[in-house]
C-alpha cells in the first residue's frame, strides 16, 4: 500500500474553500484498511468540528482537507506516519495503521467571517 497520502473528490464542492487556521464543520467516517469503522461523526449524530492546518488534528487531515470547498464529499487515503504513528488509539487503532475516511464538508469559517 502508498505511503504517501491519496485525496479523491467524490463531489467537489462549490462553496468556501477550506485554508489554513479555518474552524471546519464536517460529517466523517474513518475505517481502517479492512473496512472496520474506528469512528464515525454520522453514527454520533453530530458534525464534527475542528481547526485545520494548525496540528490540532491528524496531518492526514491538515494536509489532505486544504482547498476542499464546502459541498465537496471526499476520500483520504492516510498513512500511519500522517495518522497516530506508532502510537495505539483506543481499541481498534494499533501501532502503525493507514487510515481511511470519507469526510464531507460542511462548513468553513475563517477571521473574516
Known amino acids: 500500500m502508498s505511503n504517501e497520502l491519496l485525496i479523491k473528490d ?5 462553496g468556501k474553500e477550506v485554508v ?19 469512528d464515525s461523526s454520522y453514527e454520533r ?5 475542528c481547526v485545520i492546518g494548525t496540528g490540532r488534528v ?9 482547498g476542499m470547498k464546502v ?10 506516519h500522517l495518522a497516530y504513528g506508532e502510537r495505539q488509539v483506543g481499541a481498534h487503532i494499533k501501532p502503525n495503521s493507514n487510515l481511511h475516511f470519507e469526510i464531507e464538508l ?8
Open 45 to 49: 449524530g453530530k458534525p464534527f468540528q
Open 58 to 66: 491528524i496531518k492526514g487531515w491538515d494536509l489532505g482537507l486544504m
Open 106 to 113: 460542511l462548513e468553513v469559517l475563517t477571521r473574516d467571517d
Open 20 to 38: 489554513k487556521g479555518a474552524l471546519i464543520t464536517t460529517q466523517y467516517r474513518g475505517t481502517l484498511e479492512d473496512g472496520t469503522v474506528f
Open 71 to 80: 459541498g465537496g464529499k471526499r476520500r483520504l487515503f492516510v498513512p500511519a
Open 10 to 14: 467524490i463531489q467537489p464542492g462549490a
